[in-house]
Structure formats: C-alpha cells, structure tokens
C-alpha cells in the first residue's frame, strides 16, 4: 500500500510541475479540478501491489506558488485519504515535495487535456520512478495513451508494467 501511496503523490507531483511557477504556468491552464489516472506505471520494486480500481484526483491551486493535490484509496477495507502540498521549483512543469526529496515533473501532451505526471526520488534507499496518464474525463484516449507509452519507452520503463486501472468516483469502504 507504500507503494500506491508513493505512486499517486508521486503522481499528484507531476501535475504540479506543469504550473511552475504557478502564477506564470497557469497562464491559458487550469489545472484546478478533478483529475483521472488513466494509467501509470511504475519501478518493478513498487508493483507490489497492483491498484485494481484508483479514484479521481483533486488539484487546487494555493497562493505562494504551492499545489495541494489529494485523492482516496482503499487498505484493508477501509477508505484513507492523502493531501499532498507541492511547491514550485523555479523550472518549468517541475515541483517538489515540502521537503525537496522527490520531485514531480508535469508535461503536457498534444491531446487536449490529458497530462503525463512523472514522479522520481528516493524510495527505500534506492531510486523511484512513477509515470502516471491523467486526464479531464474517466475514459481513455487512444492518441493519449500512445503518446503515454512513447514516453514510458523514453523512460526506460517496461510496457508490460502499464497498469490500466478502473476508475472509482470516490473511495466506497469494503463491507463485511
């Protein structure tokens, strides 16, 4: 569950990145909003547990030139919620974690909407590399999703790890 955890902020992060700074970045963006992870990817030693089903992320925009992200998931039955606060790093689409660790990069994709969030830092004493597709709607783009694999090539990520998750509108608890 670690690992989903560091996957979605890792996630959240990217999307971050493409508003740096945010005051210049959001010019003709809105990134504020509900966001859906169409697929990710991820390092071999973070798919341990694979997510069958993720919820929308939510980005707001806070002065300062931070990004708080947040989103839901489901351990053990029951719903956690995560709120992640990323600041601007003075590159372009680049963000940080408060505490500068690990390091969301956010790049826009032709296909209107649709974002690549792509998240690295140390994770366990080694590196970790998350790759996530999000978009504006639930439903997956075919050109989106193929500019998303070029770029998980790019990365030196296997194709085969792509995870194509479900989409859920909101963490549902497990009953009994």
């Not at 071999?44 to 998931?73: H, N, Q, W």
């Not at 998240?119 to 504006?136: F, N, Q, T, W, Y």
Request: net charge neutral; glycine share 8%; hydrophobic share 40%.
């Amino acid at each position: 569950m670690k690992v989903l955890v560091l996957t979605i902020t890792c996630g959240l992060m990217t999307v971050l990145q493409a508003l740096d700074p945010p005051s210049l970045a959001l010019e003709g963006l809105n990134m504020t909003g509900t966001w859906y992870v169409k697929a990710w990817v991820a390092d071999k030693s973070l798919l341990k547990r694979r997510p069958k089903a993720v919820s929308p992320i939510t980005l707001d925009v806070l002065d300062g030139g931070y990004l708080e992200a947040s989103f839901t998931f489901l351990k053990k039955g029951q719903c956690h919620e995560v709120r992640a606060v990323m600041r601007s790093t003075g590159e372009p689409g680049k963000f940080s974690l408060a505490e500068g660790e690990r390091y969301l990069h956010m790049e826009p994709l032709p296909v209107e909407d649709h974002y690549i969030m792509y998240c690295e830092g140390p994770r366990l004493g080694r590196s970790a590399h998350v790759g996530k597709l999000i978009g504006r709607s639930p439903d997956v783009n075919p050109e989106a999703l193929e500019a998303f694999r070029k770029f998980v090539r790019s990365k030196g990520l296997p194709l085969e790890d792509i995870l194509l998750p479900a989409q859920m509108e909101k963490c549902v608890p497990e009953s009994d």
